[in-house]
């Protein structure tokens, strides 16, 4: 799995597996631990999403950055300042059925909400 950042490729086989997995058990000092994934699209047989990464931080808010497939390109997506857990997932799928309808084009820039 290669993450194209910028004009470079990091590649990240580990990253790339266990952030695309529904959840994941640890057993550490025979106690279990389960990880869930909070992107809700990762399992969808409808996204072939190849990495990702969900979080929060107070100045960022709920944000979503992932590299996935649509119609078989490349797509990497970010969604800052969500208004909440579901929405960026919400705005995942929009972009998506938006960029299907108009043919993926090779260059996507949004710009950024209440901006002129």
Do not use: H
Request: hydrophobic share 45%; proline share 3%.
């Amino acid at each position: 799995m290669e993450l194209r950042v910028g004009r470079r490729f990091v590649r990240l086989p580990l990253s790339a597996e266990f952030s695309t997995l529904r959840s994941y058990e640890v057993t550490l000092n025979r106690r279990a631990f389960v990880f869930r994934n909070t992107n809700l699209l990762i399992g969808r047989p409808d996204w072939d999403i190849l990495v990702q990464k969900t979080g929060f931080t107070n100045d960022a808010g709920q944000c979503l950055v992932m590299q996935t497939m649509i119609d078989d390109r490349v797509v990497d997506m970010v969604f800052l300042n969500s208004f909440g857990s579901l929405t960026r997932t919400a705005d995942a799928r929009r972009i998506r059925k938006w960029m299907e309808a108009q043919g993926v084009p090779s260059v996507v820039s949004a710009g950024a909400v209440g901006t002129k």
